[in-house]
């Protein structure tokens, strides 16, 4: 699975003894067969990373208390019954606690549906 390639990524930048990582610094993915792996870094508290909407993307996971299967998506909108899976990966920690998630989607529509901002980048 594409998630395995994911855990070989360093998630916590070098620095110096007296620079403290960031509490959350998730590195977050997506695959899709066609498309291949797209992967971006966020870190919060404050909002960074690769991430082109971070702040959107922290807020949204905050607001799920850091549980992805709780993430409060997009407004209710029409998706097509097109099956074309995606599945997206987060990695790394939220405030100190470690982060492990993988989930399938039927297709891209579905998963910003359920996901929100956090895995559209």
């Known amino acids: 699975m594409f ?3 994911l855990l ?3 998630l916590i930048g ?3 003894a007296s620079a403290a990582p960031p509490e959350t610094d998730l590195v977050l993915a997506v695959y ?4 291949g792996v797209e992967s ?8 960074a990373g690769e991430h082109v909407r971070a702040q959107v993307a922290c807020n949204e996971i905050e ?4 549980d ?4 409060s ?3 209710p909108q029409l998706c097509t019954f097109d099956y074309r899976p995606v599945t997206v990966a987060a990695f790394g920690s939220w405030r100190g606690t470690p982060v492990q998630y993988v989930e399938e989607f039927p297709n891209r529509c579905v998963m910003k549906q359920k996901t929100g901002t956090v895995f559209s980048f």
């Open 63 to 66: 607001a799920a208390d850091g």
């Open 40 to 47: 971006t870094r966020l870190t919060c508290d404050p909002a």
């Open 3 to 5: 998630a395995s390639s």
């Open 73 to 75: 998506g997009t407004d």
């Open 8 to 10: 070989a990524a360093p």
């Open 68 to 71: 992805f299967t709780q993430l």
């Open 14 to 16: 070098t620095g110096t």
């Open 32 to 35: 899709q067969e066609e498309s």
